[in-house]
Nanobody, 116 residues
């Protein structure tokens, strides 16, 4: 079992920045990758960014060059630095952990709202 706790969401103006955090606990040694997804009402959840246990990263096309995912292994925490935020980035952001290549765990979600 893996528990994920997100923090850092909120309201920000267009062009602003936010940093999301996701702290993992439990059976963390089996985590292969962690990432962030986002969802707006009526749409499918989409990939924002993912980082593997080896440090490789991948980003959704709409956030490349603006968002950066990183991890602090000592704190079992993954971060998502979001810069140059746009209104279309407004969504609930979910942390995800892939465990032993077979099971996916999700956090409770944190709301990000980009609005003037």
């Amino acid at each position: 079992q893996v528990q994920l706790v997100e923090s850092g969401g909120g309201l920000v103006q267009p062009g602003g920045s936010l940093r999301l955090s996701c702290a993992a606990s439990g059976s963390i040694s089996g985590i292969n990758a962690m990432g962030w997804y986002r969802q707006v009402p009526g749409k499918q959840r989409e990939l924002v960014a993912v980082i593997t246990s080896g440090g490789s990263t991948n980003y959704g096309a709409s956030v490349k060059g603006r968002f950066t995912i990183s991890r602090d292994n000592a704190r079992n925490t993954v971060y998502l630095q979001m810069n140059s935020l746009k209104p279309e980035d407004t969504a609930v952001y979910y942390c995800n952990a892939l465990h032993n290549l077979v099971r996916s765990y999700w956090g409770q979600g944190t709301q990000v709202t980009v609005s003037s």
